[in-house]
């Protein structure tokens, strides 16, 4: 079945430094990617969507200049949490999608709980 | 815009007993309906969707949930609960379009309880 992969599982950075999440699509082309947010015993939400060779729609709320997102490649998207701060600690998911509309299905990653100190 | 209502942040059963997790859904139009498990510090699990073919959906791990129109319903159900069962789930809506994105409800978390 779709694997998504997402690294680092776990990260502590200092207050102000900037950190790179990687997701990739193991064995399959995801046109789309999909960037959560989780705080704890909550549900997940949306930050933002990036397809391909594009860029990121971001949601209402969400600072495009402290969350950079490149989806360079089919199989590969990153998020980047730039100057990152205490309020920043949060658990974060990707999720791909092959193909269009909702039916292709969304692969998650394991996630990666971000700690600012 | 759709959404989804998880009634109940916490339902409690035990082994052996049935599992019915609740998820309502709001939209002028059928969408998807999707149902996902998370474990602790981990990602989603697909559990299984409802993609407009047959109303009645079966899953992984023996859970199954309906698809009533007339309710606007996506229960999830299981007839026996084990202890691995015990996570959280989330009860997810697609529109049907190729600019889909998914909408999560709030989450249940499952108890199992010997």
């Known amino acids: 079945g779709a694997v998504v992969s997402q690294h680092p599982s776990r990260v502590i950075c200092k207050s102000g430094t900037s950190v790179k999440i990687e997701c990739r699509s193991l064995?399959?082309?995801?046109?789309?990617m999909f960037w959560y947010r989780q705080f704890p015993k909550q549900s997940l939400m949306l930050m933002a969507t990036?397809?391909?060779?594009?860029?990121?729609?971001?949601e209402q709320g969400v600072e495009k200049d402290k969350f950079l997102i490149n989806h360079a490649s089919l199989t590969l998207s990153t998020l980047t949490v730039t100057s990152a701060h205490p309020e920043d600690s949060s658990f974060y998911i990707c999720s791909a999608r092959s193909g269009t509309g909702g039916a292709g299905g969304y692969t998650f990653g394991s996630g990666t709980r971000l700690t600012v100190v | 815009a759709q959404s989804v209502t998880q009634l109940g942040s916490h339902v409690s059963v035990s082994e052996g007993a049935l599992v019915l997790l609740r998820c309502n859904y709001s939209?002028?139009?059928?969408?998807?309906l999707f149902w996902y498990v998370q474990y602790p510090n981990q990602g989603l699990q697909l559990l299984l969707k409802?993609?407009?073919?047959?109303?009645l959906v079966k899953g992984i791990n023996g859970f199954e949930a309906e698809f009533k129109k007339s309710e606007t319903s996506f229960h999830l159900t299981k007839p026996s609960a084990h202890m691995s069962d015990a996570a959280e789930y989330f009860c997810?809506?697609?529109?049907?379009?190729?600019?889909?994105?998914?909408?999560f409800g709030t989450g249940t978390r499952l108890q199992v309880t010997l």
């Open positions: 409802y993609t407009s073919a047959a109303t």
């Open positions: 990036s397809n391909e060779g594009s860029k990121a729609t971001y």
């Open positions: 997810a809506v697609s529109p049907t379009g190729t600019a889909s994105k998914l909408t």
């Open positions: 064995d399959f082309q995801a046109t789309t």
């Open positions: 939209s002028s139009v059928p969408p998807y």
